[in-house]
């Protein structure tokens, strides 16, 4: 905020400033390899924060994804003009996300892809190409008969599975350091 305040550009309630000089250099170099820029804004439904170990744990997350398409063209060469337009962009995107937070949706049409089965037949050939020797695995420890073996097999799995968990519980945002957050004091 005072970084927009000391260069005189309107603050964004949403997003950080642009890196203006970063993204005129990335244009230049794209200029002649690439026809346009992809502009996209996601956004999780009634505020959710998706985990890792809550995807693990097979809980669903809906989310909006606003994707536009910008041609090379429309964006000007001049360091000074690209800075300009980058900032009136995230102006418009700090528009989008304040629609989107008071009706839940982006502004304009509403684009459902359709499925497609190319994804289910992808899923079912990693599935049966990795499952197989699992299967097998499986099969050779059932027929082996000793339940000493078969109940080391299946503590070795819990605790491998228990342990996942836990180094993935350990990367969750709230187990962060307060460091930075002028809203907790810290404690020497």
Known sequence: ???????????LKYHLLPRTKGFWVTVQNLRGNAAA????????????????LGILNGKKYHADLYVRRIPLD?????EAECAAWLHKLYQEKDSFQE????????PGPIVSPSRRPWALINWLFWACLLLYPLGLLFAQLISSGSVLTILASVALCTAASLGVRWMIGQTEIDRGSSYGNKEVPLNN
Do not use: C, W
């Open 74 to 78: 429309l964006i000007p060469e001049d």
């Open 99 to 106: 629609h989107y937070t008071q009706t839940g949706r982006f």
């Open 1 to 11: 905020m005072q970084v927009a305040e000391s260069k005189g550009l309107p603050k």
């Open 37 to 52: 820029v992809y502009d996209s804004t996601l956004n999780f439904r009634n505020n959710e924060t998706p985990t890792l």
